[in-house]
C-alpha cells in the first residue's frame, strides 16, 4: 500500500531501523526517531503483486510524531541536515580513511568474500558521497551503522566511520591469524 501511494503520488518514503517488532506480519514496529527519506528509481513488477525496487536515499529525518492508522506507519517528520564544520579536520581523516576502505575490502576479499571483489574501488572525490559509500561497505549490523546516521556533523560522522574501519580491519586482521581448529575449538567454547 505504501508503494503505491508513492508511486502515485512521487512522494518520498522513509527508511527507519527498527528498534523493537518485525517488519511485517504482525503488530507495527518500534522505529528508531532517526530515519533517511527515500526515492524510488526503479520498480520491477513480479507475480502476485511483489515487485523488486531500486530506492535512493535522501534527506536525515527525524521522527515527531507518529500515525499507527494504516497498515504501515505514517510519520509527521522534520529533516535534520549535518552541520558542515571543521573542514581542515575533515580533510585531514579523508585520506586515511580511504586507506582503510582499500585495506577492509582487501580483507574482506582475502577471508573468501567473491562478492568484495571491488577491483580499482574509487571513493569519490565529494567527502560527503565517500562517507555515504563507506558507511554502506561495512559488513557490520544495521544497529551498529545507526549511530552514523545519528552524527550531527560531518566532522563527528568522519570520526565514526573511521573508528568502524579501524577496529574492524583488526578484527579482520586477527582472524586471518586464526587456522581451523582453534576457530572449532572456540566455537564449541562458546
Sequence with gaps: MMIKHCLETGAPFGVILIRRGVESLGPLAEPYSIGCTARLV????????????????????????LDRSKSYLIGKVETIPLEKSAPLK???????????????????????????????????????????IAAA????????????????????????????????????SSLQTVNEATAVRAAWLN
Excluded: C, W
Design 90 to 132: 575533515i580533510t585531514r581523516l579523508l585520506k586515511p580513511l580511504d586507506t582503510l576502505v582499500h585495506r577492509y575490502t582487501s580483507l574482506l576479499k582475502e577471508m573468501g568474500g567473491s562478492e568484495y571483489e571491488l577491483g580499482e574501488l574509487q571513493l569519490p572525490n565529494d567527502y560527503l558521497a565517500m562517507l555515504y
Design 42 to 65: 526503479t520498480v520491477e513488477k513480479l507475480e502476485e503483486g511483489r515487485m523488486n525496487l531500486v530506492a535512493m536515499g535522501d534527506e536525515r529525518f527525524q521522527i515527531l510524531k
Design 137 to 172: 561497505l561495512l559488513q557490520i549490523p544495521a544497529f551498529e551503522k545507526q549511530p552514523l546516521l545519528s552524527a550531527p556533523t560531518v566532522q563527528d560522522l568522519v570520526s565514526r566511520v573511521f573508528r568502524l574501519y579501524r577496529r574492524e580491519t583488526v578484527i579482520l
